[in-house]
């Protein structure tokens, strides 16, 4: 399964640097509410963390594109 075009045919466009991340840690749940987008350096903050709820995730790459402007 090429989650990432699932991603992008449903949601849009994945930036650059950007990668795929399946929130209940299930490689072979592609529903798309299951796949989110998001920074390298947050994915990887993710799976050293555990499970993380997709508003946690959003503030989490929220906090980490403010840092990144200042
Ligand atoms: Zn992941």
């Known amino acids: 399964m090429n989650y990432r075009k699932l991603y992008e045919d449903n949601v849009g466009i994945i930036p650059e640097n950007w990668e795929i991340h399946h929130i209940d840690f299930n490689h072979n749940n592609n ?3 299951n796949l989110i987008a998001l920074p390298s350096m947050v994915h990887m903050i993710i ?3 555990g ?3 997709r508003d946690e995730i959003e503030n989490l ?3 980490y594109e403010d840092n990144k402007q200042t």
């Open 51 to 53: 499970y993380i709820p």
């Open 47 to 49: 799976h050293q963390s």
């Open 61 to 63: 790459i929220q906090i």
């Open 31 to 33: 529903e798309i509410n």
